[in-house]
């Protein structure tokens, strides 16, 4: 059985779409296997080393299958994927770029609330707390831009 993970595109953080992601042929390069982190030409080892902190993943563990339990089986579908397959490498969070996952605008409240307890279970309370001011960072760009479509909390 090969290990999975969720993408939920209300749950990924904040991130630039990479400088190679806007280049003609990032789809193409899709097709390479992962690597890992290249630099100049050079896959860089050891950038994050693998130890026990000694706190569980058991609640983060649990949050997500939970968040699985309550998804639709369309969105389910949509939103778990071996760890070898390249849907994880396409996100980004740009305007023209289409997410992957399932966006908390598709969801009903309480599969939101499932999502935000993935969150909490799985970022520290400063994280947590950036996420949501992120979130309502956009949906104040939306009342500003009069554009519902492009942003929204």
């Known amino acids: ?7 939920v595109t209300c ?10 992601a806007q280049r003609p042929g990032f789809d193409r390069s899709l097709a ?8 100049g030409g050079t896959t860089e080892k050891d950038v994050f080393k693998i130890e026990s902190t000694g706190v569980s993943t058991e609640p983060v ?11 639709s ?7 778990k994927f071996s760890i070898d397959e390249a849907e994880w490498r396409k996100w980004a969070n740009q ?12 969801m009903t409240e309480p599969q939101r609330e499932l999502a935000f307890a993935m969150m909490r279970a ?6 947590l ?25």
Do not use: W
């Open 61 to 71: 563990r649990e949050a997500a299958v939970a968040l699985l339990t309550g998804l």
């Open 1 to 7: 059985m090969k290990t999975t993970f969720a993408i």
């Open 32 to 39: 390479d296997p992962y690597r890992g982190i290249v630099a």
């Open 129 to 153: 707390k950036k996420s949501e001011d992120i979130m309502k960072l956009n949906g104040t760009l939306a009342e500003l831009a009069d554009d519902f479509e492009e942003y929204g909390e």
């Open 95 to 106: 305007h023209g770029y289409k997410r992957q996952g399932v966006g908390c605008d598709e």
């Open 11 to 20: 749950i990924i953080f904040t991130a630039a779409m990479p400088a190679h």
């Open 122 to 127: 799985g970022l520290s309370a400063k994280g």
């Open 73 to 79: 089986e369309e969105q389910r579908a949509r939103t």
